[in-house]
């Protein structure tokens, strides 16, 4: 212990100096104030723990999303225009249908008294501007992670910054912390290195002094340390999407209905059971067509979307002119509170009609990913908002007149020379409206499943332009049933299902408010008495409006309750059944010395071609199921990978970052190696034969980079190669490695060490596409020193960094195990599946035996297999099977 705990001093002087040194500078005083440098001082005086144990790097650099991330970038007003009119087309026809059933759903007993149109009136009003445009667009959407929105993605962001997932995917080497367990001088030593910035570092600890930061640490350790928070926090998150899902099939089956009631005005023949099937003729084909994709939805759509926001609107002002322009007097809140005042209980039930002008705000934020925050709340605040407020104003002033026609008020407030029009129009805008829920939906199970939460089914990117636009075959053929069932079982009645999409909408935003009020704590570190003030309004009004749902929940409440509670059925037995297998599978997986000796037994034989054995190991370990393979069939192919896909809680992954690789033995007759293929969740996965491409493409990289960083002094025993922990380091090295006589072999060296590509583009290409050992590879660091400039210093320096000090004898050795590499993929392919049955303990509880026997099996048995959800060719398939008891 005596070199580390040395080397952990030397690390603590040298940040003590280098802090102090950066005092000493002329602007080093802006950062820190003299007590603050104090403090850090007397901090990093601290010993580092030691009681950490080293564990393989690849867990570290799997959880690690690099520069992958979508991020939205600084965009241009010609850009923005553009998105802000796909907008229109894609977010809004859901809350611009909204004023087709609002009244006819507050007011089911009729208007008692015309001022009652002022009081709801002031409702509609407030509550759109405080939801829809104070919460969602101007707070929510800030909330974005890396670009994506929606409940979910809040989840995840959350997860980023706190280790709430319940999946085992966390190792000890993500942070340090004190052995004791005690407050936190936690620092991440990989951010600091690999940044080699001690600045940070020292900003961070003197951050912690600040109460912002205490706060932030200290809700973190809440949900960390308490598992009953973390469960919670997940069953929120699940019950939010079972809701935003339930709300799929119930905002078309109320949007289709309301727009085709209208047909009664002109058509007074129509009996409601034809107005009921002519409904559910139009959901069928919008359900049919969604194999289609929806790619140039926002182009096609928003022409149409946009006549409906502007005849809504003209209407409304024709009918303020037209009937009584008072109704303006609706704008101060006192109506609001008269009319509580006046109707007493009935105006607290009628709360949930009024909450339907705001239908459609999740489908807005989880729609994001497609747009920008900026061009939503431009088109937001220029096309929507007053469309439809003069929509809401219109109708109120046609109904002072006419209170009697509050079942029909839509329609019948539209002069009779614009009903066809306004009839096409509301379909359109309906089915538009439909789709953004429909879209909705399968991007949430998309994301639901990338984490371990839902079943198997298959996702189709229908674009390949636009990755979010997703078709999901089997989700669509369920939303399309449950929407026919609800809308056969209203009778034509869109009060019922207004109740029941109500309360979707109400669930969604109550747990969005809780996620928003962890997202400014923990991530954002706002002001604690702001804070305070978002979760006070927000939870009371939206705990209001709850109630009133749930009062009147006989009348059309359980639907969603019943529906939801199936589909967080679903997804609790999944996730539970699938953290109970990784907890397993990781306590039981194969060392690589074991490998080693299992690889070296005389009666394995090795056979040609490229073997990619699956696994389901988080990490990139060796799963247990190999050891039973090669006990039944004692042989292996030259070049062995263990490929384990992991999903991370970001949207994307950039591709060159995609593959990690670990060495794990290389003999005269093959090569075995581990790999971990991270994507995000709103990533696709590629086909089997695409993928073992990229794979081996990006497995001779690293190869080169293998012998190119550890060729010489760096080589250790068996073929293992421990890399410098620093770019400092690895620089300092390689000068030490330099001689006048590589410089002249270099354009050799270069031509050697390249897998197929020009040198040019295998340094594009190879941006961190291999971590060994928690340090940048060699590719990264060539980029890293290609953007110190142009000049030819800094490419002398590239080129001099990049050489080693080898004969040409190893640099053949280099080429061959590339070469080697490319004719066993020549040879062929297998894709070795692993797969487990999970069964329970015999004398586990009979809770655990149903969930595990009965309900799992069944989704599992029900669900697609590993192999069509990675499109491996049958020919080419070998399935392995364990049973594991949990």
């Not at 799963?623 to 090669?630: G, T």
């Not at 020193?785 to 050795?813: D, H, P, T, Y």
Request: glycine share 6%; net charge neutral.
């Amino acid at each position: 212990m005596a070199a580390p705990q040395a080397q952990v001093q030397l690390q603590q002087a040298t940040m003590v100096d280098t802090a102090a040194d950066e005092r000493k500078k002329p602007g080093g005083s802006s950062c820190c104030s003299e007590e603050d440098m104090a403090d850090l001082e007397r901090a990093l005086a601290l010993p580092l723990p030691l009681g950490v144990q080293r564990q393989d790097s690849l867990y570290w650099d799997a959880a690690r999303a690099g520069g992958g991330g979508h991020q939205q970038q600084q965009e241009g007003w010609a850009r923005t225009l553009r998105l802000a009119f796909q907008c229109v087309g894609v977010l809004y026809g859901d809350i611009g249908t909204s004023p087709l059933y609002v009244y006819s759903s507050t007011f089911t007993g009729g208007i008692r008294h015309t001022d009652d149109l002022l009081g709801v009136l002031s409702l509609i009003i407030y509550s759109f501007l405080l939801f829809t445009i104070i919460k969602y667009v101007y707070i929510a959407l800030r909330a974005n992670d890396d670009g994506d929105g929606g409940t979910f993605a809040l989840y995840s962001l959350i997860s980023r910054h706190a280790k709430v997932s319940l999946v085992p995917n966390h190792q000890a080497e993500d942070e340090l912390k004190d052995v004791d367990g005690g407050a936190a001088s936690c620092i991440k030593p990989s951010a600091s290195l690999r940044a080699g910035s001690v600045r940070r570092r020292a900003a961070a600890v003197v951050q912690l002094a600040s109460p912002r930061e205490r706060r932030a640490q200290w809700v973190k350790g809440l949900l960390e340390s308490s598992k009953p928070v973390r469960i919670s926090l997940f069953l929120l998150t699940v019950v939010a999407t079972a809701m935003v899902i339930t709300d799929a099939c119930l905002t078309p089956a109320i949007s289709v209905l309301s727009a085709v009631g209208g047909l009664k005005d002109k058509a007074p023949n129509l009996t409601t059971d034809q107005i009921v099937w002519i409904t559910v003729g139009i959901l069928v084909l919008l359900f049919g067509v969604q194999r289609f994709g929806t790619d140039k939805v926002g182009y096609l759509f928003a022409p149409v979307v946009l006549a409906w926001l502007l005849l809504m609107g003209g209407v409304g002002v024709y009918n303020l002119v037209a009937h009584d322009v008072g109704v303006l007097r609706a704008f101060n809140p006192k109506h609001a509170v008269d009319y509580f005042r006046r109707n007493g209980r009935e105006a607290w039930v009628s709360l949930g009609g009024v909450l339907l002008c705001f239908t459609g705000t999740e489908a807005l934020f989880a729609d994001l990913g497609y747009f920008s925050v900026r061009s939503i709340q431009l088109s937001f605040a220029c096309g929507l908002v007053p469309a439809v407020l003069l929509a809401y104003m219109g109708q109120a002033a046609f109904l002072r007149r006419h209170p009697e026609q509050v079942g029909d008020a839509f329609y019948r407030s539209t002069p009779q020379a614009l009903f066809w029009p306004t009839l096409a129009l509301a379909l359109a805008a309906s089915v538009v409206g439909s789709q953004a829920m429909i879209s909705c939906a399968f991007a949430t199970v998309a994301h639901s499943q990338a984490m371990g939460c839902f079943p198997r089914v298959k996702v189709l990117h229908t674009s390949r332009q636009y990755q979010g636009q997703l078709y999901i075959p089997e989700v669509n053929l369920l939303l399309a049933l449950a929407a026919c069932v609800v809308t056969l079982a209203a009778g034509g009645s869109t009060a019922v299902i207004a109740e029941a999409h109500g309360i979707c909408v109400v669930l969604v935003m109550l747990v969005t408010t809780l996620l928003l009020t962890l997202v400014m704590l923990l991530v954002w570190r706002a002001n604690a008495a702001w804070v305070a003030l978002f979760f006070a309004v927000f939870a009371a009004s939206e705990s209001a409006y709850l109630s009133s749902v749930l009062y009147r929940f006989t009348h059309g409440g359980y639907i969603p309750v019943a529906m939801a509670a199936a589909l967080v059925a679903v997804m609790v037995v999944w996730h539970y059944v699938h953290v109970k297998r990784c907890e397993h599978e990781a306590e039981r997986t194969v060392p690589q010395e074991a490998v080693r000796e299992l690889l070296a037994r005389r009666d394995v034989a090795r056979v040609p071609g490229v073997g990619i054995f699956y696994t389901e190991l988080l990490q990139g370990g060796i799963p247990p199921v190999f050891p039973h393979l090669v006990e039944k069939i004692p042989s292996i192919h030259a070049v062995l990978l263990f490929v384990s896909v992991k999903h991370l809680p970001v949207p994307h992954v950039d591709p060159a970052e995609r593959f990690l690789f670990r060495q794990v033995e290389v003999d005269a007759a093959g090569r075995v190696f581990r790999c971990v293929a991270r994507y995000g969740y709103r990533d696709p996965l590629e086909e089997a034969t695409d993928f073992a491409a990229g794979l081996v493409e990006r497995l001779q990289y690293y190869v080169r980079d293998v012998n190119l960083y550890g060729a010489d002094s760096l080589l250790l025993q068996q073929s293992k190669v421990s890399y410098p922990a620093s770019r400092c380091d690895s620089a300092m090295i390689m000068r030490r490695q330099m001689s006048s006589s590589t410089a002249n072999n270099l354009n050799l060296n270069l031509m050697m060490m390249r897998p197929s590509a020009s040198y040019t583009e295998s340094l594009a290409r190879a941006r961190s596409t291999s971590y060994t050992e928690s340090m940048l590879t060699p590719a990264e660091s060539f980029s890293e020193l290609s953007r110190m400039g142009s000049s030819a210093g800094a490419m002398m320096l590239l080129q001099q960094q990049s050489a080693n000090k080898m004969s040409l004898e190893e640099m053949a050795r280099i080429e061959e195990e590339q070469r080697f590499i490319e004719r066993e993929m020549d040879k062929g392919v297998v894709y070795i599946l692993g797969e487990a049955e999970v069964v329970a303990r015999p004398h586990s509880s009979l809770l655990n035996k149903l969930l595990v026997n009965y309900a799992y099996a069944f989704l599992r048995n029900n669900c697609r297999q590993g192999e069509k959800m990675l499109a491996i060719p049958k020919a080419q398939l070998l399935k392995v099977g364990m049973t594991y008891e949990i």
